[in-house]
């Protein structure tokens, strides 16, 4: 009997992403034979470049702090920036399972968190983790190379510049293997020897999302078009997306197109002004129209009421925080300042002269922020005020220019809770799994922050342990 593939493992994983190392380890862990394809020469996709915040709901970090949390509210703060498009059972799935993924994290791959919980937007309680690594800036990278020498250390094989161009399915039944072709540059194109790589149990496909694809996205947003930045990586393209949806895999949501309302248009990509951003002037300070003087929107709402606001505005807007807000970032302020991204002024009046704000309305606008933090209600953009609030008057203030960037696309292909990916026939195509930002349905309309490295490590595990359960594909070898 010829072997139709070049090669054969038990899983194949295509990404080295979160989603694709939790898979990976996972499967190999319940004794699958087990290789990652990346197409590009370095691995860890944008997840080697994310921020490592981790959002779980009881976790023992929320535990020492008193915090009560639950899987269900954090599920209701996810559907409620998703406006209800999220599928119940996949957010479900994410939320039971998030505090188990950070145990899974700290005992498996050996990470450790710093000591703070952290309230993001659109989170009702604080409960974002977040990865510590040695110079305590955010950092998923710390989190990523863990996962990656575990792999290397489990003898799974990672092969990189190994361009996935197809995915085969056997006429309506299960998925098989891939073909591939060995990129000599880190982004294709160019032809490469094309080589066959089977799967006895199956193939996962977590090759993330697609915000760095201009031409595809615009075919979905024309708005969003080369002249908006994006923070991700250039290998974020829709390549596979299209050759999933080929074989018959269910597209949704593919319109979700998330933009950071913490980015600065002066910094590449998302770097420590995004990081002072989202830690102090949306949580402890304002964000204001440069034109107005006053403020914009609900610093504590969801990304995308956020975005919006800005995008409204249509120009550059400045957030500030006060010397006690900016405490929380103690640890990195010093590099914001330096690289010129935050700068601090003495008084408001030097700030509002700094960026041509009216200077008599923005001391107007600090003062009724002030009062609304005092009274316990934002009357302006029903803000939510928590205990302790930190009233903003305390110099040196610091302010970044602020400017949304394509950030995360929450569309993808349709998967069902066991990680098993979902046809147009609403039925499981056989041999075929996804996880993490590739697949669809999770986050709806607006994702929450911290809640992508969450639905990666869930559904990665999940979709390592499912494709090693699979009984072996027989058709394999005939
Ligand atoms: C700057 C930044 C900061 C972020 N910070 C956070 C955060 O703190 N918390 C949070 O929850 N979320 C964050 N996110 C979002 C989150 O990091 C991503 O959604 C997540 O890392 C995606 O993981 P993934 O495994 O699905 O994909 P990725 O990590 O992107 O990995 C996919 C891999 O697949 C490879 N690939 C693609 N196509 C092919 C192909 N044809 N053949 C072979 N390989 C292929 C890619 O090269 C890539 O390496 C951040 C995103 C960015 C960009």
Same mark, same amino acid.
Request: aromatic share 6%; hydrophobic share 40%; glycine share 10%.
């Given at each position: 009997?010829?072997?139709?593939?070049?090669?054969?493992?038990?899983?194949?994983?295509?990404?080295?992403?979160?989603?694709?190392?939790?898979?990976?380890?996972?499967?190999?862990?319940?004794?699958?034979?087990?290789?990652?394809?990346?197409?590009?020469?370095?691995?860890?996709?944008?997840?080697?470049?994310?921020e490592?915040f981790i959002a779980?709901?009881?976790?023992?970090?929320?535990?020492?702090?008193?915090?009560?949390?639950?899987?269900?509210c954090m599920?209701s703060d996810m559907k409620k920036a998703g406006l209800?498009?999220?599928?119940?059972?996949?957010?479900?799935?994410?939320?039971?399972?998030?505090?188990?993924?950070?145990?899974?994290?700290?005992?498996?791959?050996?990470?450790?968190?710093?000591?703070?919980v952290v309230q993001l937007g659109g989170h009702s309680r604080p409960r974002t983790?977040i =990865?510590?690594?040695? @110079?305590?800036?955010c950092?998923?990278? %710390?989190?990523? /190379?863990?996962? +990656?020498?575990?792999? *290397? !250390?489990?003898?799974?094989?990672?092969?990189?510049?190994?361009?996935?161009?197809?995915?085969?399915?056997?006429?309506?039944?299960?998925?098989?293997?891939?073909?591939?072709?060995?990129?000599?540059?880190?982004?294709?194109?160019?032809?490469?020897?094309?080589?066959?790589?089977?799967?006895?149990?199956? =193939?996962?496909?977590? @090759?993330?999302?697609?915000?760095?694809? %201009?031409?595809? /996205?615009?075919? +979905?947003?024309?708005? *969003? !078009?080369?002249?908006?930045?994006?923070t991700?990586?250039?290998?974020?393209?829709?390549?596979?997306?299209?050759?999933?949806?080929?074989?018959?895999?269910?597209?949704?949501?593919?319109?979700?197109?998330q933009l950071g309302p913490w980015a600065?248009?002066?910094?590449?990509?998302l770097?420590?002004?995004s990081n002072f951003a989202s830690m102090a002037v949306f949580p402890h300070g304002i964000v204001?129209?440069?034109?107005?003087?006053?403020r914009l929107l609900n610093e504590l709402g969801d990304r995308k009421v956020r975005a919006d606001a800005m995008l409204?505005?249509?120009?550059?807007c400045?957030g500030?925080v006060?010397?006690?807000g900016?405490?929380f970032?103690?640890?990195?302020?010093?590099?914001?300042?330096?690289?010129?991204?935050?700068?601090?002024?003495?008084?408001?009046?030097?700030?509002?002269?700094?960026?041509?704000?009216?200077?008599?309305?923005?001391?107007?606008?600090?003062?009724?922020?002030?009062?609304?933090?005092?009274?316990?209600?934002d009357?302006?953009f029903g803000r939510p005020i928590r205990?302790?609030e930190?009233?903003?008057?305390?110099?040196?203030?610091?302010?970044i220019?602020l400017?949304p960037k394509?950030h995360y696309?929450s569309?993808?292909?349709?998967?069902?809770?066991?990680?098993?990916?979902?046809?147009?026939?609403?039925?499981?195509?056989?041999?075929?799994?996804?996880?993490?930002?590739?697949?669809?349905?999770?986050h709806g309309a607006c994702r929450l922050g911290s809640c992508a490295?969450s639905?990666?490590?869930?559904?990665?595990?999940?979709?390592?342990?499912?494709?090693?359960?699979?009984?072996?594909?027989?058709?394999?070898?005939?």
């Amino acid at each position: 009997m010829a072997n139709k593939y070049g090669e054969v493992f038990d899983v194949v994983v295509i990404g080295s992403g979160f989603a694709g190392l939790a898979a990976a380890i996972e499967a190999r862990a319940a004794g699958a034979s087990t290789i990652i394809l990346e197409k590009t020469k370095g691995r860890g996709g944008n997840s080697i470049i994310s921020e490592g915040f981790i959002a779980a709901a009881g976790s023992v970090f929320q535990k020492k702090q008193s915090i009560i949390d639950s899987p269900e509210c954090m599920a209701s703060d996810m559907k409620k920036a998703g406006l209800d498009l999220n599928h119940p059972d996949l957010v479900r799935t994410v939320t039971e399972n998030s505090s188990s993924a950070i145990d899974w994290t700290i005992e498996e791959i050996g990470v450790t968190y710093l000591d703070q919980v952290v309230q993001l937007g659109g989170h009702s309680r604080p409960r974002t983790l977040i =990865v510590k690594s040695r @110079s305590n800036v955010c950092c998923g990278a %710390v989190l990523v /190379r863990k996962m +990656l020498s575990k792999a *290397l !250390d489990m003898g799974i094989e990672i092969r990189t510049q190994a361009y996935v161009q197809t995915i085969v399915r056997e006429a309506g039944g299960p998925v098989t293997g891939v073909t591939i072709r060995e990129a000599q540059s880190s982004l294709q194109i160019e032809p490469g020897i094309v080589k066959t790589i089977g799967c006895r149990k199956g =193939v996962v496909l977590a @090759s993330g999302g697609f915000a760095s694809d %201009v031409r595809f /996205r615009t075919i +979905l947003n024309p708005l *969003l !078009d080369s002249s908006v930045e994006t923070t991700n990586r250039p290998g974020a393209t829709a390549e596979l997306l299209t050759e999933a949806i080929r074989i018959g895999a269910m597209p949704i949501h593919l319109s979700a197109i998330q933009l950071g309302p913490w980015a600065s248009p002066d910094e590449k990509g998302l770097n420590v002004g995004s990081n002072f951003a989202s830690m102090a002037v949306f949580p402890h300070g304002i964000v204001v129209d440069p034109r107005t003087g006053e403020r914009l929107l609900n610093e504590l709402g969801d990304r995308k009421v956020r975005a919006d606001a800005m995008l409204a505005a249509d120009h550059i807007c400045i957030g500030f925080v006060d010397a006690k807000g900016a405490s929380f970032v103690d640890h990195f302020l010093p590099r914001c300042l330096s690289n010129g991204v935050v700068t601090p002024f003495d008084t408001l009046a030097e700030l509002a002269h700094h960026y041509k704000i009216p200077a008599n309305k923005l001391k107007r606008t600090v003062t009724a922020f002030n009062d609304y933090l005092k009274n316990g209600k934002d009357v302006e953009f029903g803000r939510p005020i928590r205990e302790n609030e930190i009233i903003l008057e305390q110099p040196p203030f610091y302010a970044i220019r602020l400017w949304p960037k394509i950030h995360y696309t929450s569309g993808g292909v349709q998967i069902d809770t066991h990680a098993r990916v979902i046809g147009l026939d609403q039925q499981p195509i056989e041999g075929f799994f996804a996880a993490g930002e590739i697949t669809g349905g999770i986050h709806g309309a607006c994702r929450l922050g911290s809640c992508a490295i969450s639905d990666c490590l869930v559904f990665g595990r999940i979709a390592g342990q499912q494709a090693a359960l699979r009984l072996e594909i027989k058709s394999l070898e005939s």
